[in-house]
């Protein structure tokens, strides 16, 4: 198993960028699909980037042409550049590893943007 952890959220502007990055510790990282979603207040959690282990990405609609997820198998890390953020972009962004139907899931970190 591997256990996720977040960083990289704060608050930023709209049109700012920031990048999120997850290092997950444990098992072998490179064969885990990694992802990234998002819940926002009253709101359900949502998909919102995920990698699998040979590379392929797919992107929540709300998300295409702004955010980017990309592994370093090397590092054990997924990242998130997230461009041309927007307020309703504002939520606890989780980072998700799967394998074998088990996920795995870090705490959260706070992404707010405001101005």
């Known amino acids: 198993q591997v256990q996720p952890v977040e960083f990289g959220g704060g608050l930023v502007q709209p049109g700012g960028s920031l990048r999120l990055s997850c290092a997950a510790s444990?098992?072998?990282?490179?064969?885990?699909?990694m992802g990234w979603y998002r819940q926002a207040p009253g709101k359900q959690r949502e998909l919102v980037a995920r990698?699998?282990?040979?590379?392929?990405?797919n992107y929540a609609d709300s998300v295409k042409g702004r955010f980017t997820i990309s592994r370093d198998d090397a590092k054990n890390t997924v990242y998130l550049q997230m461009n041309s953020l927007k307020p309703e972009d504002t939520a606890v962004y989780y980072c998700?590893?799967?394998?074998?139907?088990?996920?795995?899931w870090g705490q959260g970190t706070q992404v707010t943007v405001s101005s």
């Open positions: 444990g098992s072998i990282f490179s064969l885990y699909a």
């Open positions: 990698i699998t282990s040979g590379g392929s990405t």
């Open positions: 998700n590893a799967e394998r074998a139907l088990k996920n795995y």
